[in-house]
């Protein structure tokens, strides 16, 4: 086998997934229909960021609003359905990490779909600190010192990290305790994600109805 065939299916076997399942309370609607400011979904960035950043393959998990998101997710991503979204954030990383490893992924890096301005870099970033083992690897980003996304969860933690989740809390506590790998991203972008309703005429706006891109 050449090295470049190698390396292309070590990037088809990591996953990425966009969560996309919530219904943005604060923010003022389901954040899987969230436009940014010149009409592109921000589930389209994601997906982009993800599939540019080396992931062969992105799931996008959706909930609240799942019929109208639907539309709206780009061609070759795979929608996985979070049947008890309401449960909050678990379930839906739970719904996610189940998929992943129901097609056979080596790692799955992880972004929430708020935010839109990640570049594909940071992913790379990240992807690159689990090379050498992706399967057992646990990767966070950092920004000043503080964890943020996109974060990535080998093979070998995806049942583990699945029955330590609960309620609307992440990954942070299992990713803390068991020492992974802090990767500083702030030089790429701030890391923050998007969390304020959205501003009539300006800003991210909420779809409310068909999509229309294209």
């Known amino acids: 086998m050449r090295p470049s065939e190698s390396s292309d299916q070590q990037s088809d076997a990591i996953f990425g997934l966009v969560l996309a399942a919530g219904a943005g309370t604060r923010f003022g609607g389901p ?3 969230a436009r940014d400011g010149d009409g592109v979904p921000w589930v389209v960035r994601a997906v982009n960021t993800l599939r540019a950043g080396g992931c062969g393959r992105v799931l996008v998990a959706l909930g ?3 019929p109208e998101a639907h539309d709206l997710v780009p061609p ?3 929608i996985v359905v979070v049947p008890d979204w309401q ?3 678990s379930a839906t990383i ?3 990490l189940a ?3 129901e097609r056979s992924a080596s790692a799955l890096v992880i972004m929430p779909v708020d935010t839109p301005d990640a570049p594909p870099a940071v992913v790379r970033r990240v992807i690159a600190a689990a090379a050498a083992a992706p399967r057992r690897a646990l990767v966070q980003a950092t920004y000043g010192g503080d964890p943020g996304h996109p974060v990535l969860i080998g093979a070998e933690h995806f049942d583990p990290l699945a029955h330590a ?3 609307d809390r992440g990954a942070r506590a299992y990713l803390a305790s068991h020492d992974a790998l802090s990767v500083p991203c702030e030089d790429l972008w701030s890391g923050d994600d998007i969390d304020t309703p959205p501003t009539i005429g ?3 706006m909420i779809d409310s109805g068909p999509a229309t891109d294209g």
């Open 202 to 204: 300006s800003g991210p």
């Open 165 to 167: 989740l609960s309620g």
């Open 76 to 78: 070759g991503a795979e």
């Open 87 to 89: 449960l909050g954030l």
């Open 64 to 66: 609240a609003s799942a």
């Open 94 to 96: 739970s719904t996610g």
């Open 99 to 101: 998929a992943a490893r």
């Open 31 to 33: 954040k899987a229909l």
